[in-house]
Each structure stands twice: as structure tokens, then as C-alpha cells.
T-cell receptor
């Protein structure tokens, strides 16, 4: 994994701007990916998911992009708000339904008012 | 109503003690998990149970023993606690079959501090 055991990558974005959080996954056999948001003192919350047969999926203010060629996943958050400040995790699964979700390192997003 | 609830939220104990964390989900899900989050925020799966049956055991020391009395409950018992066990432990549940999306619903976490 990336930056495991070193430090939590951080990203600071001005309120109202768009943010992009990146994630590199290691297992080319992974076919299901999820982004989670974790606010301070809380458990991770589902944001959006994508299957490997898609390269883009949109939700409310969020877009996930999947590039299987380079094993890269990104989460775009549009028009960021203070409530978007959190740690964001990408997670991958080999064979949807096998129940083992492996989380990436996480990125701390701070929205500057 | 809390979907996945775990108790206690905070636990401070001495090395060598035995402690338990309890988890209950009211979502009707078949699968429950324990994840460990270290001080660097790294989330690692420990166990998963499907309908009371152990499915995943991720090379966790056998001092950790999960128990699932029914599919709505998954408890975690830890023997002979060590300093390195200090972490936040998250319970989660999901539904992969019968039209379930597989989304994991997490509890609020139980912060364990071993002194």
C-alpha cells in the first residue's frame, strides 16, 4: 500500500473549490471499489462505490473515477463544504461478495473556510 | 435508532488483563466484521462472520477470540492485553446476498488503551 506506516496524506482545499483525492490500489484482480468518509470520533461512512466494469460513477457532489490500466482510483468532491473535512479511504475487494474489503491508507481532507 | 452499536466506547486497562467489546446490529445483515484502526488511521480487517460462521480470520493472534451468538451480535474478547493492542476497534455489518449492496455499516468504534 502507499505510505503505510509513515503518515496520513493531507489535502487542504478552500471552501467552495473542488477537491480530488487519489488512491492507488495494488491488486489487479480487485473488481469492486468503495470510498468511505470518516469524521473525527466516528466510524467510516459509505460515500460511493464502483464496479470494475465502469470507469466513472457520479453521486451527489461526488464522482469516482477508476483507471484499471494504472490501478488508480480518485474521488472528486465538487463545491466543498466545511462538513467535507474528514479522512477519506478507498477500499477494494476481489470478487464482489467475498466479503473481504481491504482499506487503503486514507487521506485527510481539510476544508479551509 | 443506531444501526450498528458497540460497547464500550472507551476502555482503559492494564497490560495482561482480559477485556471484551460487544457489537450489535439491527439491520438484519448476515455478515459482521471487526476492524482495527491504529494510530495512523490504518484500517485492517480482523474477522468476519456470516450467519454466525467464521469466514475471515486475518492472522490475528489467538489472544483475540470473536464470538457470534446470533447473526445480530459479534463480540470480541481479548486475552492478556498488550501495549500494541491499543487502537480503535470498529464493528461493521453488511449484506451481500438477496439484493444486498455489500455496503459496510460501521459502528462508532471502541477506543482501547492498554497501559
Amino acid at each position: 500500500g502507499e505510505n503505510v506506516g509513515l503518515h496520513l496524506p493531507t489535502l487542504s482545499v478552500q471552501e467552495g473549490d473542488n477537491s480530488i483525492i487519489n488512491c492507488a490500489y495494488s491488486n489487479s484482480a480487485s473488481d469492486y471499489f468503495i470510498w468511505y468518509k470518516q469524521e473525527s470520533g466516528k466510524g467510516p461512512q459509505f460515500i460511493i462505490d464502483i464496479r470494475s466494469n465502469m470507469d466513472k460513477r457520479q453521486g451527489q457532489r461526488v464522482t469516482v473515477l477508476l483507471n484499471k490500466t494504472v490501478k488508480h482510483l480518485s474521488l472528486q468532491i465538487a463545491a466543498t463544504q466545511p462538513g467535507d473535512s474528514a479522512v477519506y479511504f478507498c477500499a477494494e475487494m476481489v470478487n464482489f461478495g467475498n466479503e473481504k474489503l481491504t482499506f487503503g491508507t486514507g487521506t485527510r481532507l481539510t476544508i479551509i473556510p | 435508532d443506531t444501526a450498528v452499536s458497540q460497547t464500550p466506547k472507551y476502555l482503559v486497562t492494564q497490560m495482561g488483563n482480559d477485556k471484551s467489546i460487544k457489537c450489535e446490529q439491527n439491520l438484519g445483515h448476515d455478515t459482521m466484521y471487526w476492524y482495527k484502526q491504529d494510530s495512523k488511521k490504518f484500517l485492517k480487517i480482523m474477522f468476519s462472520y456470516n450467519n454466525k460462521e467464521l469466514i475471515i480470520n486475518e492472522t490475528v493472534p489467538n489472544r483475540f477470540s470473536p464470538k457470534s451468538p446470533d447473526k445480530a451480535h459479534l463480540n470480541l474478547h481479548i486475552n492478556s492485553l498488550e501495549l500494541g493492542d491499543s487502537a480503535v476497534y470498529f464493528c461493521a455489518s453488511s449484506q451481500w446476498t438477496g439484493g444486498g449492496t455489500g455496503e459496510l455499516f460501521f459502528g462508532e468504534g471502541s477506543r482501547l488503551t492498554v497501559l
